[in-house]
């Protein structure tokens, strides 16, 4: 493998590069050419974003179901129609319904006949009685008779006025101003109503589509810088050339696990008035957390986390403390202006946020153990978005919602040296990194890839060698 350097680079470090590095060249002719690039730190506006992809959908559907059963008569709306609330929809044959309100009605008119006779009889049976004709016996008898003439009466009211109501069961009209997303039924068939032991028959589901909302599936280590609330731009392959303007409405507690990954389902409201946003359209859904105008930024390639730092440090030979480095940035000797107070920075056990994250990996497992479930559960929900991906991570600095955290950035020396320092970072795209402090603009520094120490054998020759300055054996 051979990597050469851009023309702005010293001379002396150039020829000490060549030299080291045109050892790995053996057996490796065919691979691509790499370059040790040099980053100036320049003006960028910057948008940090969570994308995603998705479907639309219906916020809420309606499955219009009859309480009657028979053969639909009448279908005067199709697949697709838009409708108000209260139109006709379905018409089941009334038949059913109409010999049923009829029995009714003759059960009712029975009812009021058998009660008004119950009536005279027991007034009859009280004046006897009051004249001692009768016995308490035949009195009672015709007391117990009106109570059930007067029973079966109301029994006969009550199924009359729910015959009454299924007269209308065999008209459905539209329950909600929507669209008919879905039609299962067809003019003639004979369906179930409500009533059944099946539940009765989906006869179409309507919804609303004046809003709709996206489905996506976001990685969880991207999953903890949103919020509800938070703005988002969709696009939709049928309209390539037009962006959607909505927001998140809620993050899902349950994860999804798709090919070993861990995702939250985000639901993303949009507004839908001009009806063009139809439901199983495939968008693209774009997240914005923050937006910087002309800020100081490097591009990520020249940004290290401290992990990354520590690694190409340690692989590289170059003699420097990046936990010291660290130390001195945040005692104030390096610039503050623009950055966070340490005061505002989260407290875990009496730690700040930066003071653990500083730590050694010894030092923060044994300060790991001594923490309650609350504090160990605090410290995860700081952290959240480790632990998976850190390939993907160790060229890019983290995602952050524009609060200040530290960084590191290779640069060059008075002497020409390779070294490290430390730097505070802001908000982070695809692209760029906003630098809040420890450098100015102009200042370049040197894109170290991280894949420099992918290959032991690369590592084992570059410490064996001291030509390149800053470089030594160990």
Same mark, same amino acid.
């Given at each position: ?9 010293? @001379? ?191 006869? *179409? ?25 938070? @703005? ?7 309209? @390539? ?87 001195? *940035? ?49 410290? *995860? ?35 020409? *040296? ?30 170290? @890839? ?25």
């Amino acid at each position: 493998m051979r990597f050469t350097r851009t023309a702005q680079q010293k @001379p002396t470090v150039v020829a000490a590069l060549i030299t080291v590095l045109s050892g790995c060249t053996t057996g490796e002719a065919n691979e691509a050419e790499q370059t040790l690039q040099i980053e100036t730190a320049s003006r960028q506006s910057i948008v940090s974003s969570v994308e995603a992809t998705g479907t639309i959908e219906p916020i809420r559907i309606i499955e219009v179901k009859s309480q009657a059963g028979g053969e639909v008569l009448d279908l005067p709306v199709e697949l697709g129609d838009n409708v108000e609330r209260g139109k006709l929809l379905v018409r089941i044959d009334p038949r059913d319904v109409n010999n049923a309100y009829a029995q009714a009605k003759a059960d009712l008119d029975v009812a009021v006949a058998r009660f008004d006779v119950a009536e005279r009889q027991l007034k009859r049976m009280q004046e006897l009685h009051n004249s001692d004709i009768v016995t308490a016996e035949e009195l009672e008898s015709a007391i117990l008779e009106h109570a059930n003439a007067n029973a079966a009466l109301v029994r006969a009211q009550t199924n009359l006025e729910l015959a009454e109501d299924k007269l209308n069961d065999v008209t459905l009209r539209a329950p909600i101003t929507g669209t008919i997303v879905e039609r299962t039924v067809e003019q003639g068939q004979v369906v179930t109503g409500t009533r059944d032991l099946t539940g009765g028959t989906v006869l *179409m589901r309507m919804a609303d589509l004046n809003e709709v909302q996206v489905r996506t599936l976001v990685d969880e280590t991207d999953i903890g810088r949103l919020e509800p609330g938070l @703005p988002a731009e969709i696009t939709v392959e049928a309209y @390539p050339d037009r962006t959607f303007r909505g927001s998140v409405l809620k993050i899902e507690p349950q994860a999804v696990v798709e090919q070993n990954v861990t995702m939250f389902a985000v639901l993303t409201r949009i507004q839908n008035e001009e009806d063009l946003l139809r439901p199983g359209m495939n968008s693209d859904v774009e997240v914005v957390i923050g937006r910087r105008q002309a800020v100081l930024s490097l591009p990520n390639s020249g940004v290290k986390t401290q992990q990354a730092a520590q690694q190409l440090v340690n692989a590289l030979g170059i003699e420097v403390d990046v936990n010291a480095l660290l130390r001195e *940035m945040r005692s104030g000797s390096e610039t503050t202006e623009g950055m966070q107070p340490a005061d505002d920075e989260p407290l875990i056990n009496g730690r700040r946020l930066s003071e653990i994250q500083s730590l050694s990996q010894a030092e923060r497992r044994e300060w790991f153990q001594g923490l309650s479930a609350a504090e160990r559960s605090q410290m *995860m929900q700081q952290f959240q978005g480790g632990g998976r991906g850190e390939e993907r991570r160790r060229d890019r600095p983290a995602e952050t919602s524009g609060e200040p955290k530290p960084a590191f950035v290779f640069h060059y020396d008075e002497m020409g *040296m390779l070294t490290l320092k430390a730097v505070m970072i802001g908000l982070s795209d695809f692209d760029n990194t906003e630098i809040v402090s420890g450098m100015t603009e102009g200042e370049e520094v040197v894109a170290v @890839p991280f894949s420099l120490i992918q290959r032991q054998e690369f590592v084992d020759r570059i410490r064996s060698r001291s030509g390149l300055p800053g470089m030594g054996a160990r």
